[in-house]
Nanobody
């Protein structure tokens, strides 16, 4: 059974940094694009960043220059380095990945359980 487990969230002061991790496990044959989403209270879930297998990246405008997405394909893990955090970054952060398990033909989207990031003084 494929699982995505996030870690690294917490409370940080404005201007601070956090590094989120998301490890995929459980009968994985291949992983395609990996993504980080976030959802703030009362708002829709939004795509924050994504990274392809080859390392190409995209970011939503509000985090460009502050966040860096990376991945370790050998560890089936994606990271989100968040610098210069502001209160507007407060949200539950979710990882998402397109994964093909062993024995399956197609890739399917899998989600982590989410990790809370709170930016406050």
């Amino acid at each position: 059974q494929v699982q995505l487990v996030e870690s690294g969230g917490g409370l940080v002061q404005p201007g601070g940094s956090l590094r989120l991790s998301c490890a995929a496990s459980g009968g994985i044959f291949s992983i395609n694009t990996m993504r980080w989403y976030r959802q703030a209270p009362g708002k829709e879930r939004e795509l924050v960043a994504r990274i392809t297998t080859g390392g190409s990246t995209d970011y939503t405008d509000s985090v460009k220059g502050r966040f860096i997405i990376s991945r370790d394909n050998a560890k089936n893990t994606v990271y989100l380095q968040m610098n210069g955090l502001i209160p507007e970054d407060t949200a539950v952060y979710y990882c998402n990945a397109d994964i093909k398990p062993f024995g399956r033909i197609w890739y399917a989207a899998y989600w982590g359980q989410g990790t809370q990031v709170t930016v406050s003084s």
